[in-house]
DNA sequence: ATTTAGCACTCCTTGCATGAGAGTGCTAAA
DNA sequence: TTTAGCACTCTCATGCAAGGAGTGCTAAAT
C-alpha cells in the first residue's frame, strides 16, 4: 500500500477537502491560512474552532505547517505531494495556448531551434524557468558518411544523419589520400553502416576493425580505421540541455534569498546535478513531479520540477521541464508541460 | 583641453594624492572613508580638518560624494574616471598567472573551446563576469566548397573556412542534381571564390548572378544559384558571444538589489543592449573602460566594464570584457584581461 | 593665507519597549 | 463531536533614546 493511500485512509473526506482548499489558496496567495479565513473559503458549514482541531491532526501528520505560532498553516512538501497526486484539478488547455504552442513549434525548425523553441514556451507561458534536453543522438540514423580532402593530411568527414542534420569531424591521416580514394572508402563504409542508428554503426566499425588487420586491402583498412577516428571523441553521449527563463525565478519571494538563487543558479550553469534529476524521469512514463527536497539536491530544496519525457516514434528522446518555486500552480504548469512535450516530440518526428 | 586635464590642474598634488588613497581604500574595503581615517592612511602629516577642507572641494568638483550627512565619502564615476585616466598604478602580473592563462588557451582548441575557455579565465581570475565575442566571420577565407546531394530536391553545402572551421547548409534546389554534376558546380564556384574571403565571395556570386541569366548554360546559371542560396541567410554578420560567472555578481553588496541584478542578467541574455556596447569598442585601440553610467546603459549603472579587442594578424576580430561592480580593482583587472586579450589573438592566429 | 582645534549638528544604527493584529491551543459547555 | 471563549504567543510596525561616526563652521594658531 503506497504511503498516500495510507494518508488517504487516515484521513476523513473532510480533512482532505480541508487540505485541497488550503493548498489551492496558498499557492494562489502566497499566505499562510487562518482557521477563520479556512472557514470562509471551505463552504462547508462548520467553525473555525473545529478547522483548528483539524489543522492540528494534520499538522502531526506532517501534511501542513506554521512558520511561527500566530501564522496559520501553509502545506509542506509531503502535503504539496498528496495534494498533487489525489486531489489535482487539471485546468483544461485554452484552443489559444495550443495554438501558440503549436505554431511555435513547427516541424520546418532545426532541432536546436525547435528545442529552444520548447524552452522559451515552457518559460514564457509559466513565467518560470524552462528545461529542455537536446534529443540524444545515439539512435540517429546514419544516411551517409563522406570524406573530402584537407591539406596537411587531413580528411573532413561528413556526416548525414536523420535527414537534416550533418555532423563534421576533421580527422588526421597517416598520409594524404586522393580525392578518388576518399571516395572509395566512402563507399565501402556506407555499404557498412548507412541506414544504421550511430550506435550501431559504431559497433559494426569497432567489429571490422578486428579481423581488417590482416584480411583487408590496404585503402579498405584505412577506410575503416577513418571510421573509427571519426567515432572516437564523439559527443554521442554527451547530453546538454537549453534553459530560459531564469531570471523569471527571481520574482518570487521564496526564492529572492540570494544565496539560494545563486546555488540555484549556478546547478543550471554546471549542468552536472541537473542531468542526473533529468535523467531519473527520462525511464518515467510521463509527467513527472519532484516538490522540494524530493529532488534530492540541496539547490532545488524551494524549488519544485515538473518535467515529462519527450517521444519521436514512441522512444524517448529527451526530457522537458518547468523548474518553480514549490509554491507554484500544478493544475496550470502540469498540462502546459504535457502538451509541449507532445508538440515537441511530433515535430521532431516529421523532421523524417 | 580634456576635461581631465581640467581637473589635473585644478587640483593640487596633495588633493589627487588624497582622492588616490581614497579611492583605493573604498575598493578594497568598501567603506565610506572620513577624514580621521583619512589623515592617517595618507602618510601626509596632516590634521582631520584640513582633509575635510579638500574634502569639500573634491565634492564640489563632483570627484566624490557622501551617502550621508555623517558618512564619509566615497568616489563618483566621475572620480573613478579620473583615477583610472591618472593615477593607476598597474600591478604586474606574477609569472603564475600568466602561465595558467596560457595553458588554457592553447591554439590546438577549437575557435569556440578558446573563446569559452577565454571567458573562464576572465570570471575565474576575478571573480567577475567574463564575456568573449566570438571571432568575426567576415573576414574568414573560404578555402573550398563542395556539395552532396541529399533526397527530395535538397543540397548540402559545405564550406571549408580557415583550415579548421567547416560550415554546412542544406538548400532547397529546383530539381534533382547528379553527383558529378553537383561536382562541377563546385569546380565553378571554387574557381569563383576560394581564397577569398567570405564577404568578397558573396560579392564576386551576386555580381556573377546578375549577368549568367543570359549568358551561360544550365549547369552554371544553376551553380551560382546554389552558391546565392549558401549566403543568404547566413550567420556571417550575426556576432554573439559567451558569458561566464554571472552569478559572481551576486556576492556583490552594491549588486545584491534583485532587481537590479535582473536586469543585469536579462541584458545578457538578450545580448542587444550589450553587444551594442562591445560594439562600441571594437574601434579602439587598446583597453577601453566604461564607468558606471558611461555605458549609458540603465542595466549597467552600477557596473564597470572593462573591454580589450583581441586581434589576429592585426586585424580586430573581437572584442572580450570583464563586468563587475564599480568598486572593482581596476589596478588587477586591466592587465588580466590585456593579457587575455593578447593570448586569445596568438592562440587563434596560430589556427591558420 | 593655511592649518588646526573645538564644538554643535546631522544622520545612521542599535536596542528596547509598546501596542495592535493574527491565530493558535485548551477548556468547558452545548 | 462541535463550538464559544479566553489566555497566550508570535510577528510587525512604531516610537524613542543613546551611542557612534563624521561633517561644517568658527575662531585661534602658525
Known amino acids: 500500500m503506497s504511503p498516500n493511500q495510507d494518508l488517504n485512509n487516515s484521513l476523513n473526506d473532510r480533512a482532505q477537502h480541508l487540505l485541497k482548499v488550503l493548498v489551492e489558496s ?87 531551434s525547435l528545442v529552444e523553441s520548447a524552452s522559451m514556451l515552457l518559460s514564457g507561458l509559466t513565467s518560470m524557468a524552462g528545461v529542455v534536453t537536446l534529443p540524444r543522438h545515439d539512435r540517429d540514423e546514419l544516411r551517409q558518411i563522406e570524406f573530402l580532402p584537407l591539406s596537411d593530411q587531413r580528411v573532413l568527414a561528413i556526416l548525414i544523419v536523420n535527414q537534416k542534420e550533418v555532423q563534421n569531424r576533421i580527422i588526421h591521416t597517416d598520409r594524404e589520400y586522393s580525392h578518388s580514394e576518399l571516395q572509395q572508402a566512402a563507399n565501402y563504409l556506407n555499404e557498412l553502416c548507412a541506414g544504421q542508428d550511430l550506435v550501431v554503426a559504431r559497433q559494426k566499425i569497432l567489429q571490422e576493425l578486428d579481423h581488417v588487420r590482416e584480411n583487408m586491402n590496404e585503402l579498405m583498412r584505412s577506410a575503416v580505421e577513418m ?91 529527451g526530457v522537458l521541464a518547468v523548474v518553480g518555486p514549490t509554491r507554484m500552480s500544478y493544475e496550470r504548469v502540469i498540462p502546459i508541460v504535457d502538451l509541449t512535450a507532445k508538440l515537441l516530440g511530433e515535430a521532431l518526428n516529421n523532421h523524417s
Chains 1, 2 share one sequence.
Open 26 to 112: 496558498y499557492i494562489s496567495d502566497g499566505q499562510p491560512m487562518g482557521s477563520r479565513n479556512l472557514a470562509k473559503m471551505s463552504d462547508l458549514e462548520i467553525s473555525p474552532a473545529t478547522i483548528r482541531n483539524v489543522m492540528a491532526d494534520l499538522e502531526e501528520l506532517g501534511l501542513v505547517e506554521s512558520p511561527h505560532t500566530s501564522a496559520g498553516r501553509v502545506p509542506t512538501t509531503k502535503g504539496y505531494r498528496l495534494f498533487v497526486d489525489t486531489m489535482l484539478t487539471v485546468e483544461p488547455l485554452t484552443t489559444d495556448l495550443v495554438k501558440r504552442v503549436s505554431k511555435n513549434l513547427q516541424s520546418d525548425l532545426s532541432t536546436n
Open 227 to 317: 571510421g573509427e577516428k571519426i567515432f572516437s571523441g564523439t559527443d554521442i553521449d554527451k547530453p546538454d540541455y537549453v534553459v530560459v527563463g531564469q531570471t523569471n525565478l527571481m520574482e518570487y519571494e521564496e526564492l529572492s534569498d540570494i544565496y539560494k538563487l545563486r546555488s540555484l543558479f549556478d546547478a543550471f550553469n554546471q549542468k552536472r546535478e541537473f542531468l542526473n534529476l533529468l535523467d531519473r524521469c527520462i525511464c518515467a512514463e510521463g509527467i513527472q513531479i519532484f516538490i522540494g527536497q524530493e529532488s534530492g539536491h540541496k539547490a532545488l530544496d524551494d524549488c519544485s520540477v515538473v518535467t515529462s519525457p519527450y517521444t519521436v516514434d514512441d522512444e524517448i528522446m
